[in-house]
């Protein structure tokens, strides 16, 4: 269940120059029950509490925050995982109409504890953060442009050893580091080039800084690329658009003068985009390949494939739906793993639903199979048994002015199991409008 407040100032009307608020109150309850003879029912509770404001204090002078604090258990037979935090993230950007650079301030903060208990035994991690960050940025012309900024953070972690999921005993203790980053980025204009449109683009950044555990540190970074476009008229029967881009970043130890990273980086993509009266269709395919030329030799290739259409069937009717597949290797260490995943998203929507005004459905399917790189013997290990992880979410909505009430139920798949969701909730807006 859901409760959203939220409320927007006429200018006129603004009370510290505060422009609009937002307040959202939400409480899941999910019970899973046991997929097998091997385990056991379990529960799931989340409540949270957000608050959201903009504002303008100042002339040009913009500020936005979230606070956010969430209670989160999750029970699976006997072992249970307790969750409280409080976070927030507070943005300040300043936009002079008479000058061409935009300075902007960022905090954010977080307070989590969590507590787990797993067969009768407790464990534990508390952790305070703060980071801020300030930074400018000048866009002298619309292909140079400069960065200038301050970073600072504070961290506080105590925790028992593997008192947290997937954390490690390591880590605990007090932190803080600062310091400065500066860079500036370059695009040429874009040429002719045997047929192709073609430009390039250089980069440098410097980040220097203090750490409590490791001192002073400094790295310089230094990057070129290019890329070739064109649009292949006849490739397939229609126009694909066929991109292919290069990147080499280099990076430095300015205390020994040291070349201390080298990357290379190559892409090529295919894409389409074409539309009809009532329909449209995208569809997508990239490779990508990204090496260390010094060092371990670390490589990164990665295969991703798109297709998606969408179909207006009716003034109150819409289908739309993609299929995607990505494929991936690395070598990290001498070690190489190999994923490979498929994803499905369909969705029905249908306006005035029965001839009602204002009542509306949306059918949504999201089929998902991950570690398909063992079925197909691409990689060793045992089959994850939740390979598969779909859902089918139905949301029913009904609008009365500025009220709306929505019926939502959703079925969940992981692997042979079977769990589901029903929420209800109720909007108001106010303010704003009519």
Do not use: C
Not at 118 to 126: N, R, T, V
Not at 245 to 258: H, I, R, S, T, Y
Not at 349 to 360: A, K, P, Q, S, Y
Request: charged share 25%.
């Amino acid at each position: 269940m859901n409760l959203n407040l939220s409320r927007t100032f006429p200018r006129d009307q603004t009370f510290l120059g505060i422009s609009s608020i937002g307040l959202n109150l939400g409480l899941r309850n999910s019970d899973l029950a046991a997929s097998g003879p091997d385990q056991e029912d379990g529960s799931h509770q989340v409540a949270t509490v957000a608050l959201s404001t903009r504002s303008e204090p100042f002339e040009n002078l913009f500020y936005n925050s979230l606070m956010t604090a969430i209670y989160d258990d999750d029970a699976d037979g006997d072992d249970t995982t307790t969750r409280m935090s409080f976070q927030g993230v507070s943005t300040l950007q300043w936009r002079p109409e008479d000058r061409p650079f935009i300075v902007t301030g960022t905090l954010r903060t977080l307070t989590e504890k969590i507590e787990r208990n797993d067969d009768g035994e407790s464990s534990g991690s508390d952790t305070l953060l703060a980071a801020a960050t300030l930074g400018l940025r000048w866009p002298v012309n619309d292909r140079f442009s400069v960065n200038l900024g301050l970073r600072g953070s504070y961290q506080d972690v105590s925790r028992d050893e593997g008192g947290a999921l997937g954390e490690d005993a390591g880590g605990d203790g007090q932190r803080f580091d600062a310091g400065l980053v500066a860079g500036a980025n370059y695009v040429s204009r874009t040429r002719q080039l045997a047929g192709f449109d073609w430009r390039w683009d250089a980069r440098a950044s410097t980040d220097s800084g203090f750490s409590n555990d490791e001192g002073l540190d400094s790295r310089e970074t230094f990057g070129l690329g290019h890329r070739f476009e064109r649009m292949l008229e006849d490739l397939i029967f229609v126009p694909v658009r066929f991109s292919f881009a290069q990147d080499l970043n280099l990076g430095f130890d300015p205390n020994g003068d040291e070349l201390i990273g080298a990357g290379l980086s190559d892409s090529i993509s295919f894409s389409y985009a074409g539309a009809g009266a009532a329909s449209s269709t995208f569809a997508r395919l990239s490779l990508r390949d990204t090496r260390d030329l010094i060092g371990e030799g670390d490589e990164f290739q990665s295969l991703q494939a798109r297709i998606g259409r969408r179909v207006a069937i009716s003034r109150q009717r819409r289908l739309q739906g993609d299929i995607s597949a990505q494929a991936s290797r690395q070598v990290s260490e001498g070690e190489t793993d190999i994923f490979v995943t498929a994803s499905g998203n369909f969705a029905y929507l249908h306006r005035n639903l029965f001839d009602i005004e204002n009542l509306g459905l949306r059918s949504e399917l999201r089929v998902n199979v991950v570690n398909l790189d063992q079925l197909f013997g691409a990689s060793s290990g045992e089959l994850d048994n939740e390979f598969l992880r779909n859902d089918w979410r139905n949301t029913l909505i009904y609008r009365i002015g500025r009220l709306a009430t929505s019926l939502e139920t959703t079925l969940f798949q992981r692997g042979t199991g079977l769990s589901y969701l029903a929420v209800l909730r109720f909007r108001r807006d106010f303010g704003g409008g009519q």
